[in-house]
């Protein structure tokens, strides 16, 4: 059977989830939770991060690729559009929502939930990221101008974007009620029986996270990398960023 390792509150699990779930796949959840199974991730990941997949003697690591693999290996139903405009153009979303909607909403979770004295020692980062946050949920407002879903039928541009979107508005950064369509979406995207089973995964997973002694995400030692370092030094806190990686308070991904 297939294994995905993940952790639930990963945006790029939920999106994995999702799509495993729309393919009617089953697969046996793997989950790394704790700290001490990053060996474990180690030996199928090199980066050391979540989400992997195992389809036995195959292992596939990043989200977009395991998409990709997912797709070319169980094509029905599809989750690209039939005709190479529309499949490129699936791709392109999906692209811009996990390198710049991804570091955003991951800003907004910073403020929001594991770094909030953040909100006063560094106010002006937070108005800029509220700005920012504004901007692509403009953006993706647009993209939506006279369809229902971002590319085609619902696909996978929906299931990328959704989990960059709907986690920020779980904690108080919601759609602007004059981004119409992408409110509308939103509703439509999330009432699909594949989505709101992985959202219950990880609502359940929080709640569990928050006994678990030894987490993965550690409130005190935060993972960055790519986007998610432009979008600090972005908004100001690039000095920040130093020093918390002088105090040993963050990492980057492992060369392999
Ligand atoms: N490009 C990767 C990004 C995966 C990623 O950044 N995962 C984060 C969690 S959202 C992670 O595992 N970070 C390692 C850590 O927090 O230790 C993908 O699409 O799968």
């Known amino acids: 059977m297939l294994q995905l390792f ?3 509150l990963s945006p790029y699990a939920l999106k994995v989830r999702i ?4 393919k009617g796949l089953e697969f046996e959840k793997k989950e790394i939770r704790r700290h001490d199974q990053r060996d474990e991730l180690l030996r199928l990941n090199p980066r050391g991060e979540v989400p992997a997949l195992r389809d036995g003697d195959v292992v596939i690591y990043d989200s977009r690729v395991i998409a990709e693999y997912v797709e070319d290996r169980w094509p029905t139903p599809p989750m690209l559009p039939p005709d190479p405009a529309g499949r490129a153009r699936a791709r392109a979303i999906e692209l811009v929502a996990d390198t710049q909607v991804d570091a955003c909403a991951v800003g907004v979770a ?6 909030p004295a953040l909100k006063e020692t ?7 990221t509220t700005e ?6 403009e953006n993706l407002d647009r993209e939506l101008a006279g369809r229902e879903h971002f590319a085609g039928p619902f696909s996978r541009a929906d299931i990328a ?3 960059h979107v709907a986690m920020p508005a779980a904690i108080g950064f919601g759609v602007p009620p004059e981004c119409t369509r992408l ?11 594949s989505a709101q089973r992985a959202m219950q995964d990880a609502f359940a997973a929080f709640a569990e996270s928050q006994e678990e002694k030894d987490p993965f995400f550690a409130h005190d030692r935060l993972h960055w990398r790519n986007d998610r370092i432009e979008y600090l030094l972005r908004v100001g806190l690039g000095p920040w960023l130093l ?4 105090a040993d308070r963050a990492f980057f991904s492992p060369v392999p």
Do not use: I, M
Request: charged letters at 30%.
């Open 243 to 246: 020093d918390e990686l002088r």
């Open 122 to 128: 560094h106010p002006e980062a937070l108005a800029r």
């Open 6 to 8: 993940d952790h639930p």
């Open 110 to 115: 910073l403020f929001g939930f594991f770094r």
């Open 183 to 193: 409110t509308a979406w939103l509703e439509r995207v999330q009432s699909r029986p």
């Open 132 to 137: 920012l946050l504004r901007k692509h949920h």
């Open 161 to 163: 974007v959704l989990p």
């Open 19 to 22: 799509l495993l779930y729309e």
